[in-house]
T-cell receptor, first 109, second 117 residues
Framework: GQNIDQPTEMTATEGAIVQINCTYQ??????LFWYQQHAGEAPTFLSY??LDGLEEKGRFSSFLSRSKGYSYLLLKELQMKDSASYLC??????????WGAGTKLIIKP | GAVVSQHPSRVICKSGTSVKIECRSL??????MFWYRQFPKKSLMLMAT?????????EQGVEKDKFLINHASLTLSTLTVTSAHPEDSSFYIC?????????????FGPGTRLTVL
């Protein structure tokens, strides 16, 4: 079966760094996405990884290891507005997105 | 660019009535749109893929007669929840893809929160 695992909830302090992990088992792999979703709103695109390594985009970075079926999203210099759910999604061999349940990130002052 | 709108954003209806949700791509043409539903603290669940000019492709377990999808033009797809029941209460989100150099990026509408009394 297809499976995406990520922690349900994480807590971090404003100004700190947090890493949200995602492991996956899917039928084929055509890239991994990270999306941010604020409560009651639709997801917004953060990053896409298809090759191994680290992709940096401002305060956010995303890492992928295809051999390990593993990715993480790294958020630096956390701000209160970063409080949201972070969704990991893998594009399978049919180019269909398989979604994780999301990680709720709580930022404390 | 690549803005997707949804209407209405919230709807409350009585059990047994039908509700139509519109999804529009405002500044691009979308031959394919996707309809998701999301329960609280749960993942996005793909319901169906809406194809312009042809029938939608439904995921296993989704009743096509209950969730009617019409993709009448390259910028509009509609989802009609027929004979709604309280268990249909959920957050419904549509999306459309825009082709980038290396991947297809999904743009989501703001979602519609349906409450069936």
């Amino acid at each position: 079966g297809q499976n995406i695992d990520q922690p349900t909830e994480m807590t971090a302090t404003e100004g700190a760094i947090v890493q949200i992990n995602c492991t996956y088992q899917t039928s084929g792999f055509n890239g991994l996405f990270w999306y941010q979703q604020h409560a009651g709103e639709a997801p917004t695109f953060l990053s896409y990884n298809v090759l191994d390594g680290l992709e940096e985009k401002g305060r956010f970075s995303s890492f992928l290891s295809r051999s390990k079926g593993y990715s993480y999203l790294l958020l630096k210099e956390l701000q209160m507005k970063d409080s949201a759910s972070y969704l990991c999604a893998v594009q399978d061999s049919n180019y269909q997105l398989i979604w994780g349940a999301g990680t709720k990130l709580i930022i404390k002052p | 660019g690549a803005v997707v709108s949804q209407h209405p954003s919230r709807v409350i209806c009585k059990s047994g009535t039908s509700v139509k949700i519109e999804c529009r791509s405002l500044d691009f043409q979308a031959t394919t749109m996707f309809w998701y539903r999301q329960f609280p603290k749960k993942s996005l669940m793909l319901m169906a893929t809406s194809n312009e000019g042809s029938k939608a492709t439904y995921e296993q377990g989704v009743e096509k007669d209950k969730f009617l999808i019409n993709h009448a033009s390259l910028t509009l797809s509609t989802l009609t929840v027929t004979s709604a029941h309280p268990e249909d209460s959920s957050f419904y989100i549509c999306s459309a893809t825009v082709g980038r150099e290396d991947y297809n990026e999904q743009f989501f509408g703001p979602g519609t929160r349906l409450t069936v009394l």
